[in-house]
């Protein structure tokens, strides 16, 4: 990294590009098996039909699995495997102990109910600062058609319609769409396109106090729970735990947030600022729901609430 650039702040720009979610896995001949969660997949060529991902070069040892075995396999995460990448990126003894899996090219786990998987042979190797970029060239694959988990500011995140993307008229003659319908009468769609709307208004607002998603997370639940640890902090913001700690330095650099032990608690200044962004929380929320009356409002928490306890 450049003397004068701020990593931190780089990685913070980085995060503004959505990215999917994998789990790159590989077995060697001796039947060590790895598992990486990994957000640098992308492809590079239909013809031949490589794709690409990056590894962090203090990840020897796993470099060395798939080295021996020539294969790895890329596993795409649906959008309800949020837990399975937490499981990933966690450093365990045997990441496969609870978790089904078959066997693909090479004895490259595939984990059940992705969305895609990509069954590949390590194809190039390229030296690329502090990360190898790992080149697979592809040998087969599933397209399982499942909704995807996407990751965005340090946050998990799923796809949404755009707002704006007209729905496609319809071709029955009836005037009438009744895909339109089908999805105006679910409830799912409609509390995912609650979220993302409100979203759409609340989240340029909370960044512009300075801080990325997942600091403003993190800010906002300490000021609730009072000192946690990363491994709390991680269950309760659904973030993965690098990106705890990465936020968590991030405040401490900022002087919001000061370790007890194992223990992470907000300064004095710290919870001025999280009060900064409770106001904005209230704010936008009066303002959302401003037509509806208190025994409205208090019907639909009861209902969020019943649907969370049954989740």
């Not at 009072?226 to 900022?254: C, D, F, I, T, W």
Request: include cysteine; aromatic fraction near 6%.
């Amino acid at each position: 990294m450049s003397d004068t650039m701020d990593s931190h702040a780089f990685r913070r720009a980085l995060g503004n590009f959505a990215t999917g979610i994998t789990v790159v896995t590989a077995q060697s001949p001796a039947g060590e098996r790895i598992g990486l969660t990994v957000n640098s997949f992308n492809s590079v060529s239909l013809d031949p039909p490589l794709i690409l991902w990056s590894l962090d070069k203090r990840s020897a040892d796993s470099l060395e699995v798939i080295r021996q075995s020539g294969h790895f396999a890329v596993n795409v995460l649906a959008a309800d495997q949020l837990d399975i990448s937490n499981h990933f990126a966690r450093p365990q003894d045997d990441k496969f102990a609870l978790i089904r899996f078959a066997e693909g090219p090479g004895g490259s786990p595939l984990l059940d109910n992705c969305a895609a998987r990509f069954h590949c042979a390590l194809h190039q190797e390229v030296d690329a600062g502090d990360h190898w970029i790992l080149i697979g060239r592809v040998l087969d694959f599933d397209d399982l058609g499942r909704a995807p988990l996407l990751y965005h500011q340090g946050a998990y995140s799923v796809a949404l319609p755009h707002p704006r993307v007209e729905t496609r008229p319809s071709t029955s003659g009836s005037g009438d769409n009744p895909m339109a319908q089908h999805l105006s009468n679910n409830l799912l769609y409609l509390m995912l396109q609650a979220v993302n709307a409100y979203q759409n208004s609340y989240l340029p607002k909370q960044q512009a106090l300075g801080l990325s998603v997942s600091e403003a997370r993190l800010l906002i639940l300490l000021s609730v729970l009072g000192g946690s640890s990363v491994e709390r902090l991680q269950k309760e913001s659904s973030l993965p735990g690098s990106e705890v700690v990465e936020a968590a330095e991030n405040l401490e650099l900022g002087g919001l947030l000061q370790r007890s032990g194992p223990l992470l608690e907000l300064t004095e200044a710290g919870s001025e600022r999280a009060k900064e962004y409770w106001t904005l929380a209230e704010n936008e929320q009066n303002q959302v729901f401003s037509e509806f009356d208190n025994n409205e409002i208090n019907q639909f928490k009861r209902m969020l609430n019943s649907v969370i306890q049954k989740s």
